[in-house]
């Protein structure tokens, strides 16, 4: 049974064909975060998925613009594996926000005890509603991806 990706992720792949953007970031890790390694660099979805398995990153931060990262097939590999980890799709063209997919396994009382949080969100918050992806389905058999896609009801 996997874990929890760490909290605080301390190994890192950038994922982008977009040398400013894999560079750039890269940098920008070193210079303001230190303690958080740039493991690996991958310019390709080939590349990002050979690396998962050999460094083994807590998190993976995919450039989701890029064209040359097929993000499905990338995400679908994610969500079948069995490390703990996370991924983070960034665009700079929505700067002021991400998507996190965590891959983790719950025990069956974690799985009562996350469902009962959210059945308090959603008491606290009228007018939401949730939306789970198959894979991350109450249920589901698959690892669980705790991606929840939270919007107000018209």
Not at 98 to 107: I, K
Not at 111 to 132: C, H, K, N, V
């Amino acid at each position: 049974m996997t874990s929890r990706p760490e909290a605080n992720p301390r190994r890192v792949l950038i994922v982008s064909s977009h040398p400013l953007f894999r560079e750039g970031l890269r940098s920008l890790l070193q210079e303001r975060r230190p303690g958080i390694e740039a493991i690996g660099l991958a310019t390709s979805t080939d590349e990002a998925l050979a690396a998962l398995d050999r460094l083994a990153p807590d998190l993976v931060i995919v450039d989701h613009d890029d064209a040359a990262v097929n993000r499905e097939e990338f995400l679908a590999r994610f969500v079948e594996g069995e490390r703990a980890m996370r991924v983070m799709l960034v665009s700079l063209k929505e700067a002021d926000r991400a998507v996190v997919y965590d891959r983790h396994t719950l025990t069956a009382s974690q799985i009562e005890d996350w469902l009962g949080g959210l059945a308090a969100t959603a008491r606290r918050a009228p007018g939401m509603r949730r939306r789970w992806p198959a894979s991350s389905a109450p249920g589901s058999r698959r690892p669980f991806a705790s991606r929840i896609r939270v919007t107000a009801t018209p």
